[in-house]
């Protein structure tokens, strides 16, 4: 190709890109009916906050930034319950909780992004006093307050009336009114619940082809390989890379669904202490690293050498913020492993 030719091949490249980026910079249309309650795209979007000032407690997503991109964490109010009284034989859930900071899930992410823009059904504009009266808006408890780029919005929100099914806020600066939809105060009101990421990793399985255990400062090694047509991994000892063990691969599938009791938020610490590390995996893909998961007992633990002890235990990874509490049984998972690094 000559000059001309190349510099035209650029020049239609260069267009081509800006016209994608302003393209995804643009708010989406609004749909029939639909109006803008507040506009602005994802970039703009910086900060949602719920707030219950009746319940006494806040959530909020914020967009934050790490090596591997951007994401949304979801920060959440503690709460004091030690001076309630419970009944005998209640089960052991926390009466006292500081804030938490931790990372949101799919639907968290999906819910932050559905206020840049944020959508209505319909805008009633601006409401007399007994309407608002009717519709509770004149003494509300729950808040939004959405920041974009540097410049926060606070809108008064009720559920629906009866009758009704969608929620109204009112933009508290200049007082007009708009039907927003059902799902985004459930979503916030249920935060605290639905909207924390309980997976340990972004990746999949099938891309794992190299792990590495770490326990009682011995390594193992192991290979992984794909099974054509089913999710998941085979396993074998790197020694023996061509003999896949179904020992070592329903144990890793074990490890691979660990699911928390419990998310603690960043640099939270347990009551008892720093979890202490008994085993660490390590994750390659094709000589790239792709995580790891730590899993631990509480710091009181005692390590028996019979049977799995009877305690908390804890995960975290490159994917969590802050340990993972995990179901009591999970010793036995960890036991196991360390025996499996001991015996090599």
């Known amino acids: 190709m000559n000059p001309r030719g190349v510099a ?15 393209t995804w910079q643009r708010a989406p249309e609004l749909q029939a009916g639909e109006v803008f309650v ?4 994802k970039n703009d979007l910086e900060k949602v906050r719920f707030e219950d000032t009746e319940g006494k407690s806040w959530a909020e997503l914020e967009k934050a930034r ?16 030690s001076g309630v009284g419970l009944p005998a034989g ?41 309407m608002l ?15 974009s780029r540097g410049v926060k919005r606070r809108f008064a929100v009720v559920p629906a009336p009866p009758g009704g099914s969608d929620p109204y806020v009112q933009d508290l600066a200049d007082k007009k009114v708009y039907i927003i939809p059902r799902a985004i105060l459930s979503e916030l009101q249920s935060a605290s619940t639905n909207l924390p990421e309980r997976r340990l990793h972004a990746f999949r399985a099938e891309e ?4 590495i255990l770490e326990a009682g400062g011995k390594k193992r090694e192991l ?9 998941g991994i085979r396993v074998a000892p790197a020694e023996t890379p061509d003999k896949p063990d179904a020992m070592l691969k329903n144990w890793h599938d074990r490890v691979l669904s660990l699911f928390p009791n419990d998310v603690l938020g960043k640099d939270e610490v347990p009551a008892a202490g720093p979890p202490v590390v008994g085993l660490r995996l390590e994750y390659f893909s ?21 049977t799995a002890p009877k305690t908390d235990v804890y995960a975290r990874s490159e994917f969590t913020l802050g340990w993972f509490r995990l179901a009591p049984e999970t010793n036995a998972l960890l036991t196991e492993g360390e025996g499996l690094v001991a015996k090599k």
């Open 8 to 22: 035209i091949q650029g020049a239609l490249a260069f267009v081509a890109l800006v016209f994608a980026y302003t």
């Open 38 to 41: 507040l506009e602005g795209t």
């Open 223 to 231: 290979v992984g390989s794909r099974i054509e047509d089913f999710a």
């Open 208 to 211: 794992i082809d190299r792990i």
């Open 133 to 147: 009266k009717d519709l509770g808006l004149d003494k509300t408890k729950k808040f939004i307050e959405i920041t």
């Open 286 to 306: 094709r000589g790239r690293k792709l995580g790891f998961v730590d899993i631990a007992r509480a710091a009181t633990a005692t390590v028996s050498t019979t």
């Open 66 to 81: 790490s090596d591997d991109g951007t994401y949304v964490t979801l920060r959440l109010s503690g709460y004091d319950n």
């Open 90 to 130: 209640h089960p052991g859930i926390p009466l006292k909780m500081a804030e938490r900071l931790v990372r949101a899930n799919e639907a968290g992410t999906r819910l932050y992004e559905k206020f840049a823009p944020l959508r209505a059904h319909r805008a009633l504009g601006v409401l007399d006093a007994a």
